[in-house]
């Protein structure tokens, strides 16, 4: 079954650290990819997404992703975290070459960043 | 403001009752989905729509059943509640294509007792 795994389930660090949060999807053929956001008691905001093109992909709040195809991962980068990214983070793949459009997400990151 | 619409808010349910939670979207998106979100697990798909009058199960549609009448409106029917469907459910909906990734709402947090 085509799947979506994120690895890091909680994920602690000082404000002005930098964050990389895994992602890597079960599917070698064509693939959509987005990061969501949500900040507590909030629904998912869409941060980014990659559908073809430029592997690096910068999306809002300072946060970028790569595509890296040869190793089914989309992992999100910031250089520089601040206490407001403190949220759940979710990768989610959209397998578009199966001839579906459904959006199968990971299990989530927990970001905190202490002050 | 364009988006997805959801209500109630907030319900809790006795088990056996029954209810529907409203979805609707004003960005003419033909695809429409329900989600339900469980502290380490993710969003898993219930129901999907690809159009009026389409509709398909996804991952986890026990208990749940939907029907879409209108491009607009996707209504979550639970039939006859159970505690396991305690839960925050989230409508999303986007172009069939998921081109411009989902819309979601801002969810519904349904409590069975």
Known sequence: AQSVSQHNHHVILSEAASLELGCNYSYGGTVNLFWYVQYPGQHLQLLLKYFSGDPLVKGIKGFEAEFIKSKFSFNLRKPSVQWSDTAEYFCAVIYSGAGSYQLTFGKGTKLSVIP | ?113
């Open chain 2, 1 to 113: 403001n364009a988006g997805v619409t959801q209500t109630p808010k907030f319900q809790v349910l006795k088990t056996g009752q029954s209810m529907t939670l409203q979805c609707a979207q004003d960005m003419n998106h033909e695809y429409m989905s329900w989600y339900r979100q469980d502290p380490g697990m993710g969003l898993r798909l219930i129901h999907y729509s690809v159009g009026a009058g389409i509709t398909d199960q996804g991952e986890v549609p026990n208990g749940y059943n939907v029907s879409r009448s209108t491009t607009e409106d996707f209504p979550l029917r639970l039939l006859s509640a159970a505690p396991s469907q305690t839960s925050v459910y989230f409508c999303a909906s986007s172009y069939v294509q998921g081109g411009n990734g989902y819309t979601f709402g801002s969810g519904t947090r349904l409590t069975v007792v």
